[in-house]
């Protein structure tokens, strides 16, 4: 498995307390990516970074923040929790390289439970 | 914005039976990717389609790209339990201002094997 962490792997949090969760990297993957799963819609991208400090908005970035100081850490800050925000919460780091598939290595995931 | 569905959503199998997931884009795709999940685990990378019409094949299982480059197929032949979990397709879309071809995942179908 590629080196990437997520932290905290669970959490319970309460409706309006803001969360950050981290997504740490030691393969030195120019691209990191925030998705959201939940049941019946798949996998659906938050927000993705093409580099230090430069990100853009996926597809359901309402509500989500990220922030990326270095290459090896990406952080994704829900501002204000909401009930909606409930779902497992994967990182993934690709490459671009000529000789690969440009595939996505996916993290272990957290949990995230917002009451 | 570009959807990517998958059918069926579940499928329940016996082991030795074959199995076939079908995915749809709503839009022209440069290639597809297939992932599979396993329970409680994080999507891993299987396998991409690049030109139209084109066939791959590992062990068991059957990887087809549409004429159209619209829709593709997996398929899997005897079903084993190990073949349990839920098989996602994602097709990359085109080039945003930044360059960068983000993955859309299909919904994904749930494949469950019984001995």
């Known amino acids: 498995d590629a080196g990437i962490t997520q932290s905290p792997r669970h959490k319970v949090t309460e409706t309006g307390t803001p969360v950050t969760l981290r997504c740490h990297q030691t393969e030195n993957h120019r691209y990191m990516y925030w998705y959201r799963q939940d049941p019946g819609h798949g996998l659906r991208l938050i927000h993705y970074s093409y580099g230090v400090k430069d990100t853009d908005k996926g597809e359901v970035s309402d509500g989500y923040s990220v922030s990326r100081s270095k290459t090896e850490d990406f952080l994704l800050t829900l501002e204000s929790a909401t009930s909606s925000q409930t779902s497992v919460y994967f990182c993934?780091?690709?490459?671009?390289?000529?000789?690969?598939?440009?595939?996505?290595?996916f993290g272990p995931g957290t949990r995230l439970t917002v009451l | 914005g570009q959807q990517v569905m998958q059918i069926p959503q579940y499928q329940h199998v016996q082991e030795g039976e074959d199995f076939t997931t079908y995915c749809n884009s709503s839009?022209?795709?440069?290639?597809i990717q297939w992932y599979k999940q396993r329970p409680g685990g994080h999507p891993v990378f299987l396998i991409q389609l690049v030109k139209s019409g084109e066939v791959k094949k590992q062990k068991r299982l059957t990887f087809q790209f549409g004429e159209a480059k619209k829709n593709s197929s997996l398929h899997i032949t005897a079903t084993q339990t190990t073949d349990v979990g839920t098989y996602f397709c994602?097709?990359?879309?085109?080039?945003?201002?930044?360059?960068?071809?983000?993955?859309?995942f299909g919904t994904g179908t749930r494949l469950l094997v019984s001995p």
């Open positions: 839009t022209t795709l440069s290639n």
């Open positions: 993934a780091i690709s490459e671009l390289r000529i000789s690969s598939y440009n595939e996505q290595f």
């Open positions: 994602a097709g990359k879309t085109p080039p945003g201002n930044t360059g960068f071809q983000k993955l859309v």
